[in-house]
């Protein structure tokens, strides 16, 4: 019960933060064609896993429960692009270059097409 609760309150934090600066940064390039609010969310979180992994490696910072709340909780709360930096990276550091590849380039084809197959479904349903 006590790591759901770790997750669930650095969840909260994590999403809360996103939408405070997802809707930060979309106000300051509301006119923009990229999506800069999205990105910046994504790098920043892949920032923060790597400095937070970088000390949990270096200095065993951070015991399991600290763990939870705050690559589980508020990261993945905040944006689950960080894990999957640091699942590449890992792969990389292991010097598993085809496995790395493979799950980056399976992971962005397979999202884009099952993003795309969930439109596409529910546009079958009549309005």
Known sequence: M????L????GFIGSVARYKLGGFVLHMTAQERFPYSTFSVNVLGCLAIGILAGLTERYELFGPGTRL??????LGGFTT???FGLDAILLVRR???LVA????GAS????FTAVWLG???ISLFPR
């Open 108 to 111: 962005v084809i397979l999202g």
């Open 95 to 97: 010097s598993e270059l």
């Open 7 to 10: 997750v669930g309150l650095g």
């Open 69 to 74: 709340f705050l690559f589980t909780g508020l």
């Open 101 to 104: 590849a493979l799950y980056a």
């Open 119 to 121: 439109l596409k479904l």
């Open 2 to 5: 006590k790591s759901i609760l």
């Open 81 to 83: 692009f960080s894990a």
